[in-house]
């Protein structure tokens, strides 16, 4: 498996919109386990592949620690609620956004054997749903945040994190 180079804010490819997925090829299956080595080496909980520079519809989450869900072609059919929480991206490092987002949704998707699917994500795996599902149409959490957090809330949460 190989680590990918994460892109940042100011690459233009991450503004691109990603193409479906035809066909699962072993070149798609590749990129899966790289991007799930990627994420987890960046300490990340959802990585989308145009993050590595791959305009594809496929997206990785870790539900879990060690739960990781592929999403091959995703689409949100259901959502429901709503929650405003920080929201980082390994795209942009050291920004957060106070995002608010619906604390129930549910994907269709398809996974690496070519089996359409739907998986339902509650709290922080909602929100990373829609974060990562948003990048495949080259939309980043400033775009939808209520605000960015100042450098000061970003360094007193780094510092809740510690204890
Ligand atoms: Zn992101």
Not at 11 to 25: C, E, G, H, N, Y
Not at 57 to 78: A, D, F, H, K, S
Request: charged share 30%; proline share 5%; aromatic share 2%.
């Amino acid at each position: 498996m190989a680590i990918l180079k994460i892109l940042t804010e100011e690459d233009p490819t991450l503004r691109k919109k990603s193409r479906t997925v035809d066909a699962i090829t072993p070149r798609i299956q590749i990129l899966l386990d790289d991007m799930i080595a990627t994420m987890r080496r960046a300490g990340g909980v959802g990585l989308a592949a145009p993050q590595v520079g791959v305009l594809r519809r496929v997206v990785v989450v870790e539900t879990e620690p060690g739960e990781v869900i592929e999403l091959i072609n995703p689409v949100i059919v259901e959502k429901s609620g709503s929650q405003t929480g920080q929201e980082g991206c390994l795209s942009l490092p050291g920004r957060w956004g106070l995002c608010t987002r619906p604390d129930t949704v549910t994907v269709e998707a398809t996974n690496r054997r070519g089996e359409r699917f739907r998986g339902t994500g509650y709290d922080r795996t909602a929100r990373c749903f829609c974060h990562e599902i948003d990048h495949l149409d080259g939309i980043l959490s400033p775009d939808v945040a209520d605000r960015m957090l100042t450098r000061e809330e970003v360094l007193a949460m780094m510092e809740e994190d510690d204890d």
